[in-house]
T-cell receptor, first 110, second 113 residues
């Protein structure tokens, strides 16, 4: 089966940098994705890594190491609006359905 | 980006009644859509995969007779919660995928009283 682990909560201050880690176990690997979800809202896509290395999109970056079954989401120059839950997700067998981690609730303080 | 629209956003129903939730992909065709359930402060749990023109694939433990899924066109999937009970109260979210990216509907907050 597939499983993902990520911290349940992270707190940081405005302007800081925060890293949210995700380790996964899958039978077959078809990429690691990250989604953001504000309270009561729909998840929105942030990034996708299929190959090792760092992908940068503005203030957000995502990293993948397939040999370590590990990835992280890096958020820079934190803003209050970044307070949300962040989910890592992997594809199931044969690139099928998305399996989500339990989510990391990020609280950004003034 | 692509848009997936879900309706209604909130519904309150009496115990024993049925509720239909619609999920539409507005600007691309989706042969497959996904239905999730989410409890407060928890992850998205996949309930079923909706396949256009064929039967849905349900995850283990999800009652197919209780959660009826219809995917009659390439842009519309519906989830009907039949004979709803208070324990069915939850946040239901649909998604459609294009390439490696999943686009989610706004979610439906179902409260069964």
């Amino acid at each position: 089966g597939q499983s993902l682990e990520q911290p349940s909560e992270v707190t940081a201050v405005e302007g800081a940098i925060v890293q949210i880690n995700c380790t996964y176990q899958t039978s077959g690997f078809y990429g690691l994705s990250w989604y953001q979800q504000h309270d009561g809202g729909a998840p929105t896509f942030l990034s996708y890594n299929a190959l090792d290395g760092l992908e940068e999109t503005g203030r957000f970056s995502s990293f993948l190491s397939r040999s370590d079954s590990y990835g992280y989401l890096l958020l820079q120059e934190l803003q209050m609006k970044d307070s949300a839950s962040y989910f890592c997700a992997v594809r199931g067998n044969q690139g099928g359905k998305l399996i989500f981690g339990q989510g990391t609730e990020l609280s950004v303080k003034p | 980006g692509a848009v997936v629209s879900q309706h209604p956003s909130r519904v309150i129903c009496k115990s024993g009644t049925s509720v239909k939730i619609e999920c539409r992909s507005l600007d691309f065709q989706a042969t497959t859509m996904f239905w999730y359930r989410q409890f407060p402060k928890q992850s998205l749990m996949l309930m079923a995969t909706s396949n256009e023109g064929s039967k849905a694939t349900y995850e283990q433990g999800v009652e197919k007779d209780k959660f009826l899924i219809n995917h009659a066109s390439l842009t519309l999937s519906t989830l009907t919660v039949t004979s709803a009970h208070p324990e069915d109260s939850s946040f239901y979210i649909c998604s459609a995928e294009r390439g490696t990216e999943a686009f989610f509907g706004q979610g439906t907050r179902l409260t069964v009283v």
